[in-house]
Each structure stands twice: as C-alpha cells, then as structure tokens.
C-alpha cells in the first residue's frame, strides 16, 4: 500500500464493475478510504471485501444514482463513516441505444437522469460540505486540494449514431466539468472530467450481436455490447491498435486524483489510445 491519498475520502459511484471498480482498488492502494456504489449490492459488496482483504478501508452505498435520496446518502455515507470528503468520481452509467426516430421519451429520460441529473444532485449535496471543509482547512492554514471527476465518452465529444440520449448527457458532463471548476476554484477543489474511446467492460465486451447480451438495469432489460467487426476494426483504426483495459481506462482517472494535477482544472483528457479514427 503506498500512502499519497493516505485518509483521503473517495467517493465512487458504479464502483462495483468496470472502470469504476479498477479505480476503487488503485486509489485504495494509495491509502483513500473508499465509498463504493453500485446498482448491484453484490459487485459492490465484492469491490468493499476485495479492498478490506488488502488492508484498506471502504464502505458500501448501494442503490440507483437516480434515486431521489441518493445524493444525500451518498455524501453522509462518506461523512459518517470516515469524516471527509476529498475525491467525487461520477463515473456509473450503461448505454441503452437507438436512433432518434425509434428512441422513447423514457429511454432519452433514462439515460439523462443517471449519466447527467445525477452527478448533478451528487455535487450540489457536497456543495455545502466541501466549502465548510474548505473553511476549516484554512483555518488550521492547511492548503488542501478536492478533486472531482465526470465520465465522458468520445459519444460526448464527438457525437455517435444511434446514441442521442448517452452522446447529449455525455456532453453535458463536460460543461458540468468546466462550469464547476470555475465556481469551485475558490473552494480548491479541481474538477476535470476523463472521456473513453472503446474500453473492454461489460458495457462493449460482449458480442451485440448474440440475443443473450442484454444486461438488466432497473427492470429494462438493455443490449449491451459491440459488434465483432467494431472490435476487429479496432487494430487498424486505433493507433494504439487495440481496445483499452479497465485498468488503464482507471488510470487516466487517477492522474486527475492524486496531488500531482493540484494545477490542472476543468479539463477533458481523452483515454482512447489516440482515437477511433476520428
Ligand atoms: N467501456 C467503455 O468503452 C466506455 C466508453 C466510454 C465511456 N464509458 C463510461 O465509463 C463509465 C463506467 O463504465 P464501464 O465501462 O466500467 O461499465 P460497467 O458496466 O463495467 O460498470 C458500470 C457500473 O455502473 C453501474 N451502474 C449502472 N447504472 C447505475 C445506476 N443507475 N446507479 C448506480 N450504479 C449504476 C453498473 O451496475 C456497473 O457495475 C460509464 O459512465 C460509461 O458510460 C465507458
């Protein structure tokens, strides 16, 4: 365990899979305390016992990012049990696709709530808490550096078929980012958002293909995945000439965690291994 986030307080919505889960595990590596969220009680139960077993600390709040209470539980989760609040990482969320003619009302509403409204809710919730750690620090003549993260997708930046609803709320993210680094910077807080190009998770590991892989969010049973030719289109059309692992993809997000990005705010970095042949 190594101790630059030593007692640091992250907290990390979707961490029960995925990008999200790699990055519960590094930053806990790093001596932070973890909040683990997750749709699913069981991968984030599994994300907080895998951090346990290594010696460091995090806790569980389960349940939908949407829901109305969710914020408010979310901050007090990180406050109760560990008594800060140093890292947000907005990072839950699925696809669920189709072209605009074909897209329903709840299927554009859906998307929004969970990748837009509710990074939203979670940092007008910490809004409070972070300017009054902000006032205690200094009192104390402590200078101390927040950090802030929202998932973005080169859906946001560059637009994508067939993905109106995730493309609009991936964008959203974005100015979300840069709006907050502004009325934050007083605060010391750095708010920069990461964007994916094709990382092999759950959301595009499987074959789109094949009827069975759909994944069941909130009782909306949701294809996921990414056809093989995209996967095979990869090694030419990427320069780095393959899709990104979940470990690297939390890499990018990590740089925007630790002290080092202390000058770095509201910032997009692409983590697409140089692009999708955009
Ligand atoms: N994988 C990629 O290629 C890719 C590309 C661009 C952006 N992203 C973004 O990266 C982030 C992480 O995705 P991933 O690839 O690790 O996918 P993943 O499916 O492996 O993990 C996402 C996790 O978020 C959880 N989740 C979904 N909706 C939720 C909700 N309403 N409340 C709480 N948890 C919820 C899921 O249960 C899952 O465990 C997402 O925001 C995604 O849009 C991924």
Same mark, same amino acid.
């Given at each position: 365990m190594g101790n630059k986030l030593q007692g640091k307080v992250a907290l990390i919505t979707g961490s029960g899979r995925g990008i999200g889960r790699e990055l =519960?595990? #590094?930053?806990a590596k790093d001596g932070a305390?973890?909040?683990?969220?997750?749709?699913?009680?069981?991968?984030a139960n599994q994300t907080v016992a895998d951090i346990i077993g290594m010696g460091g600390k995090a806790v569980a709040c389960t349940g939908s990012v949407t829901d109305d209470d969710f914020a408010d539980r979310f901050i007090n989760t990180a406050l109760d049990t560990f008594g800060g609040l140093d890292i947000i990482v907005n990072n839950a969320g699925y696809t669920w696709d189709n072209v605009i003619q074909k897209m329903g009302d709840d299927?554009?509403?859906?998307?929004?709530?969970?990748?837009l409204t509710a990074p939203f809710r979670i940092l007008r919730a910490a809004q409070p808490h972070i300017k009054r750690l902000f006032l205690e620090d200094k009192?104390?003549?402590?200078?101390?550096f927040r950090k802030v993260v929202n998932i973005s997708s080169t859906s946001g930046m560059n637009g994508n078929a067939g993905q109106i609803n995730y493309a609009t709320a991936k964008a959203g993210v974005v100015g979300m980012a840069k709006t #907050? =680094?502004?009325?934050?910077?007083?605060y010391n807080v750095n708010v920069n958002a990461v964007g994916f190009g094709l990382i092999k998770t759950r959301l595009t590991d499987a074959d789109a293909e094949k009827a069975e892989s759909t994944i069941d969010i909130q009782g909306n049973t949701i294809k996921v995945g990414v056809n093989? =030719?995209?996967?095979?289109?990869?090694k030419t059309m990427i320069p780095l000439g393959r899709p990104g692992t979940p470990e690297e993809a939390a890499g990018a997000i990590y740089m925007f965690c630790i002290p080092e990005s202390n000058y770095v705010t509201g910032q997009i970095l692409m983590c697409h291994g140089g692009g999708f042949g955009l």
């Open positions: =519960a595990l #590094m930053l305390h973890i909040v683990v969220n997750d749709l699913d009680v069981a991968p299927q554009w509403q859906a998307i929004l709530d969970c990748h009192e104390k003549g402590i200078t101390n #907050m =680094a502004k009325e934050w910077g007083r093989s =030719a995209v996967f095979e289109s990869a």
